[in-house]
C-alpha cells in the first residue's frame, strides 16, 4: 500500500523557482530597455528650426528706437505690430531704453544692449527685403546701426553684414536684399532701396 506524502510548504519546487527567476530577468530587461529609450535631458538646450537669422544691432545704451522690417518673397511683413508672417518672426522688439530696465530686489537693473532679431524659420524661393526705420527719437542724434543675415542650415554662413546710419526720426533705409533659389541657396545679394515702412 502506498503511502501519499503530503508536500510540506516549506519544501522548494524547482519550476516556481525557475519562473520567479524568469520574471526576475524580464523585469531587469525592461528597465534597461526604459533608460536606453529615455536619454538624460540636455538642460537649457532649445533646438529652434530656423534658415535665416537677421540681427539688427546699434550702440548700447544708445536711447532710440530702431525697428526692423522684414519682408518675404510672398509680400509677408515682419515689424513691431505684426512679429508673425509667413514663416518669419520677431523675436524681440527693442524701444531703445524704454524696455531695458527692471527691478531686482530694490535695484533697478539695465541692459545696455540694443538688438533686435528676426528669425526666418523656412525659405520660399524669391527676395528678401530687410529694412530699418527710426521710429522713436529721444536725443534727436544720428544712429549707426549694425545689419548681419545669417544662413544657419546646414552650417552657419554669413550672407550679408554691413552698417549704416539713420539720420533723423522718420528715416527708413534698406540695409540689404537678398534672393535664394529653391533649395534655400543665396543666389543674389544687393542694397538697391525699396521702401516698406508702411505710413499710416
Known amino acids: 500500500m502506498a503511502v501519499l506524502r503530503k508536500r510540506r510548504s516549506d519544501e522548494i519546487d524547482p519550476f516556481s523557482d525557475l519562473l520567479f527567476n524568469t520574471l526576475l530577468i524580464f523585469v531587469l530587461l525592461f528597465a534597461v530597455a526604459l533608460i536606453a529609450m529615455n536619454p538624460k535631458a540636455r538642460t537649457g538646450v532649445i533646438d529652434a528650426k530656423a534658415e535665416f537669422i537677421v540681427t539688427v544691432t546699434w550702440p548700447d545704451l544708445n536711447p532710440n528706437d530702431i525697428d526692423t522690417w522684414v519682408q518675404d518673397p510672398g509680400g509677408n511683413l515682419v515689424w513691431f505690430r505684426q512679429r508673425e508672417a509667413g514663416l518669419m518672426h520677431l523675436d524681440r522688439d527693442d524701444r531703445g531704453v524704454s524696455n531695458d530696465s527692471l527691478v531686482i530686489d530694490g535695484q ?17 524661393p524669391g527676395e528678401y527685403t530687410v529694412n530699418l526705420f527710426y521710429y522713436e527719437s529721444k536725443n534727436g542724434e544720428p544712429v549707426p546701426v549694425n545689419v548681419s543675415v545669417v544662413k544657419v542650415n546646414p552650417r552657419a554662413e554669413v550672407v550679408f553684414y554691413g552698417s549704416l546710419t539713420l539720420a533723423r526720426k522718420g528715416d527708413e533705409a534698406t540695409a540689404v536684399r537678398f534672393t535664394t533659389d ?13 521702401t516698406l515702412v508702411e505710413r499710416i
Open 108 to 124: 533697478q537693473v539695465v541692459n545696455p544692449l540694443n538688438q533686435e532679431v528676426v528669425t526666418v524659420r523656412g525659405f520660399a
Open 182 to 194: 529653391r533649395d534655400g541657396r543665396v543666389t543674389t545679394v544687393n542694397t538697391l532701396p525699396k
